[in-house]
């Protein structure tokens, strides 16, 4: 009996960035399978930040291919991407920070749902998309305490959790993370892997982060980026026994 093949659902074949001499990323071949969390993991100065502007379209690749649930979007603009299915979050938190968080959901709710921005419209539309934002906070573990808050004046940690609650709101197919735990105390950091862990399952996530102990606890395969190359993809276990990957990134001790 044959073995099922995940459906892939995000596809690049041989991205290429250069900028200038340096060759940023070079011949990037990576694939995302349905409702799996894959972890881009590297030193710094590897590419994975060009990688990820790569996907997400906000850089255009030099060369290359990417497809997304099987249609070339390699042409494609962000905001086309966006509409696509892929969404992402920043290294730099990126929320409206005069709002309050419950503005800010109700905001991604109306955006991701194709709503008129306009102030006119049915009561009926209002109840919908503030439902709709409760069920977001609520999957997100906000807090209703907080949602009158002024989102700048939320604790870091909560701010990335908001973050991450606007990058879901619209139900993206394929969501790229890029150092989603950065300035985080250990508190905090548990809390979102905590939080993106129960996500499993519910959209397919490319994961860009430092913390190598939230890496190995979330990831179901990783890949390997070094010098603008990828050196190998695998399992957690695979990648912690692989002699190229200790040698370049892990190092001994860490493996």
């Known amino acids: 009996m044959n073995a099922t093949v ?11 960035k250069r900028y200038g001499a340096l060759v940023a990323c070079d011949q990037v071949s990576l694939s995302l399978r349905s409702g ?18 790569l996907l997400s379209g ?3 690749a030099d060369s290359g291919r ?8 390699t042409r494609s603009g962000l ?18 920070k005069q ?12 955006a991701s749902s194709g709503s008129s921005f306009s102030f006119w419209h049915p009561r009926s539309q209002d109840k919908a998309l503030s ?39 619209s139900k993206p197919s394929v969501l790229l993370l890029d150092e989603p735990m950065a300035g985080m105390g250990p508190d905090e950091t548990l809390k979102l892997t905590e939080l993106i862990a129960s996500m499993r399952g519910r959209t397919t996530m490319l994961l860009v982060e430092h913390d190598m102990q939230a890496v190995f606890r979330l990831a179901d395969r ?27 990134y892990l190092g001994e001790e860490h493996a």
């Open 99 to 110: 709002l309050t968080v419950f503005e800010n959901l109700l905001l991604a709710v109306q």
């Open 222 to 248: 990783l890949s390997v980026l070094v010098y603008g190359r990828i050196i190998a993809t695998g399992t957690p276990e695979e990648i912690r026994n692989h002699a190229g990957v200790r040698e370049a």
């Open 36 to 53: 799996e969390i894959h972890a881009l993991i590297g030193p710094n100065g590897a590419g994975k930040s060009t990688l990820i502007h």
């Open 131 to 169: 439902e709709a934002a409760e069920r977001l906070a609520q999957d997100c573990a906000i807090s209703p305490e907080s949602w009158r808050a002024a989102a700048g004046t939320l604790p870091h940690g909560e701010q990335r959790k908001l973050e991450f609650a606007l990058a879901l709101a």
């Open 58 to 60: 906000s850089v255009a």
């Open 6 to 16: 995940p459906d892939i659902v995000l596809e690049a074949k041989q991205l290429t």
């Open 79 to 96: 905001h086309q991407r966006v509409a696509a299915g892929l969404s992402r979050s920043y290294q730099i938190t990126n929320i409206f």
């Open 66 to 73: 990417l497809s997304l649930k099987g249609h070339d979007v």
